[in-house]
């Protein structure tokens, strides 16, 4: 069973930066494609950005040039960097894993997420 447990949010002003982390246990992690979503209070949750298992990458149009995602498969981790953060981006960061497409639906398995501040 796949079990991500993210870390890395906290509270931040508009314009600074965090880094969130996701370590995978329980299956071949660099044979699947990776994603983050995110969950708004009272909102939807989310596509932010996915990885492929061959490292291509791609973003949601809100956070295109101000966020990147990575993964470093040697330590079964898929990060999140995000720059130039705004208030808007105010959220519970959630790793998905695999990711399968933009719906939070095809998504298998879930972490407990990671809550991200951002003050005006």
């Known amino acids: 069973q796949v079990q991500p447990v993210e870390s890395g949010g906290g509270l931040v002003q508009a314009g600074g930066s965090l880094r969130l982390s996701c370590v995978v246990s329980?299956?071949?992690?660099?044979?699947?494609?990776m994603g983050w979503f995110r969950q708004a209070p009272g909102k939807e949750r989310t596509f932010v950005a996915a990885?492929?298992?061959?490292?291509?990458?791609y973003y949601t149009d809100s956070v295109k040039g101000r966020f990147t995602i990575s993964r470093d498969n040697a330590k079964n981790t898929v990060y999140l960097q995000m720059n130039s953060l705004k208030p808007e981006d105010t959220a519970v960061y959630y790793c998905?894993?695999?990711?399968?497409?933009?719906?939070?639906?095809?998504?298998?398995?879930w972490g407990q997420g990671t809550q991200v501040t951002v003050s005006s």
């Open positions: 990885i492929t298992w061959s490292g291509r990458t």
């Open positions: 329980g299956r071949t992690f660099s044979a699947y494609d």
């Open positions: 998905a894993a695999p990711y399968r497409g933009t719906s939070p639906n095809s998504v298998d398995y």
